[in-house]
Each structure stands twice: as C-alpha cells, then as structure tokens.
C-alpha cells in the first residue's frame, strides 16, 4: 500500500565499514566539524568516518598547532570577571625597598583596581569609607603574604596587626575605578609596613584624582600553627636614611599599640530614653556571626572585614548625631588586639567622643564573643577613632551638632579627643607651612 502524499519517507542508510571497525553501532551519518570540512575540500570518504582520535593521530605530525594571538593587555595584567578586582604587577619606584634572597624577582609592589557600584556607597552616591578601607588591606595583605613566602621555608599567612591613621582627601563616586597601589617600606624581623595609595579615575573624562593614604602593619603567621610568629625576609634599602626612618615608625606604633590595648577595657553600655546631642542618644551597636565568607583559608577574620564593619557602625552614630549625609574624613590608628576566629560572635559599638564646628570623632570597639568554645572568654579584638564630616546636597560642609557629655568618663574623653584634633590640626598646618 502507498504511503499518503503527505507522510515523508524514511531511507536508511547503510553502516559505512570504518563506523563497523570503530564500534558505532546504529545509522550511518556525516560526521561534524573537521571531518566534514575536509570532505568538502577533497578527502577521502574512508576519512569521514574516521573517529575523532584516528584523525588527531593522524594530523598531529603534520598540522602543528597554531601560535597562540598576541595578548593586547599589558605586562602582568590579569584580567577577571566583571566586579572582580584585576591585579598587575607594578615597576619598583627607585625609593622603595628591594626584596632580597632567592626571590629578589617577585615585585614589591602591586596594584588592584575596580569599578565603584551602588553597593559601595551610600544614598548619596559616596563611596563607604568601609569599602575603600578594604580595598586597602585586600593589597596590603597580598603584598605581604607574597613576601613572606618569597624564601624557602615554613609557609605561612600575614595578618593585620595596626593601621595607622588614614586620612580621605577626596571623595569617590559610584561609576569611578578605584586604583589602589601598595609597596613594600619597610620590615622588622616580625612585621612587614606597607604603605598603600589610592586614586579615583573618572573613567569619562580621564581625570584622576588622589583620596587616600594609609600606612599597616602586618605580622606573618604560620599555617601549621597561626598562633606562632615567623621571621619576615629582609628587604634591601636604597638609602640608609630609609631603614632608620622605618624603625622609628616601627617603635612608635608599638608603643601606641601597647597603649591602646589597656585603655580599651570599657564597654558601650546602652541607655533608656536618652536625651538628643549626647553620647547615649547617638551610640549604635551591630552583633555580627562570623561565617565563612568572612574568613581566610585558615578560618580567621579578615581585617578589610572588620574595618568595613566598624566603618558601618561609625557611619550610623554620626548619622543620628547631624540627621544629615555624612562622609568618613579620617581614621586614626586602627589597632587589631587579637584574631577573630570563625564562629565567633562579635560585636562592634561606636559612640560619640568629641565634636568640633564641623567634624565628629566616633570611637569603634569591636568585641568577640566565641559561642562554641565554653573555654574561651569575651574579649576586645579591636579599636579605632573614626572622624565624620556632614555634607549639604551640594557636597559642601556643614556645621554638626555640639556633643553634651553627661558623664564624667565622657567628660574626660571628651577632652581626649579635643586634644587629638588640635595635635592633627596642629600638624596640617606646619604641613601647609612646609609645601608653601
């Protein structure tokens, strides 16, 4: 009978020997890509049906392969994906310190760059200065961490112990890149400075601008045991006056470190109807579960973590003092006590210290509470003083409100701070007086 007109047929092929010899089993069909393609130029029909591996075996002594293309990004380059940091190699400027040993190739400088989004900034459009913050120490400990490997020997970790004050001379914009540079200045036999810069680029008009300067510390730590302290390789110095400038920073930061620690005892104690413009009405707490994507490898806290964290609370206690946008002018030394370990709760408090006509000066404690270990106890893993300024809608500054201590332990901060912002006033102007 027929087929109806509107039925196609169906024609079987017949198995081609090669496919028999191969063990294809089923209908015989024109092979994909290569094969194919040479069919169309003149080769054999015994060719087609080759398998994938008889035609490589049989190409590969005569078709070398091709030369891989030209690469039009630069020297070091890496590239990511988008909102991933690129990191490259920078040339080693004639006054920073050289690696020496074994590994004097690895560079002792890098940059990293990205493109500031709407998560990175506030309502306003600025910039956190938590994430700035964070991008510092992100190439802070990648320089450091690669140079404290750089000589055969135990391997090991570097870990934020200090930043010293950091000031925000301009700020950044969502849609700019952020290009951080760090180097390498100097190194004791257990710490490693690192002195990082950062400059925002207007990617429409080219302009580039510098917003901060930073100087930290970093200690290495042992991944066989990271409560042991190894020795960093020595760098080699341009001038002798580098080495000598270097130690004394090293001295002075471990003496306001040892400070810092015993005058951070005190806890932010909250307090029920409090009146507006004093410390109670302003002071904000945040409790934060330390998870994974907060730690390294090795199951400790970030220090760009925290330090976006404490930029977060600082944010909020100058935001309920002025009810107005507000933007990190500077902070001084952040000190990291000890490690935060996975799993801990922490809990970071900020409270008003001083104010001036136009700045605030917050002080951040953040406290770490490990849960799952009974033998451990609560204890202070960090402190800093952060300094706000309020901005109009046209960006200009505004006057704050004057804080009221009540207490007299706020009193006597009060005139702490007061003495901390005439000493850095004091400085910006002989400063000032020196360019001039």
Known sequence: MPAPPNRRRTFWKRRPAAAARTGRRGRGRWPRGGARAGMRGG??????????????????GAMAPPPPAPSMAPPGLIHSAPGLLDTCALPQPPAAATMSGPAAETPSAIQICRIMRPDDANVAGNVHGGTVLKMIEEAGAIISTRHCNSQNGERCVAALARVERTDFLSPMC?????????????????SVEVQVHVMSENILTGTKKLTNKATLWYVPLSLKNVDKVLEVPPVVYSRQEQEEEGRKRYEAQKLERMETKWRNGDIVQPVLNPEPNTVSYSQSSLIHLVGPSDCTLHGFVHGGVTMKLMDEVAGIVAARHCKTNIVTASVDAINFHDKIRKGCVITISGRMTFTSNKSMEIEVLVDADPVVNNFVKRYR??????????LSPEGKSLPVPQLVPETEDEKKRFEEGKGRYLQMKAKRQGQAETQA
Do not use: M, N, Q, W
């Open 43 to 60: 080769a054999s029909r015994e060719a087609a049906f080759d398998s994938p591996l008889a035609i490589r075996r049989r190409l590969s």
């Open 381 to 390: 893993a960090a402190s800093a003083f952060f300094t706000y300024v309020s």
């Open 174 to 190: 969502i849609g700019e890149v952020a290009h951080v540079s760090a180097e390498i200045t100097y190194t004791s036999k257990h």
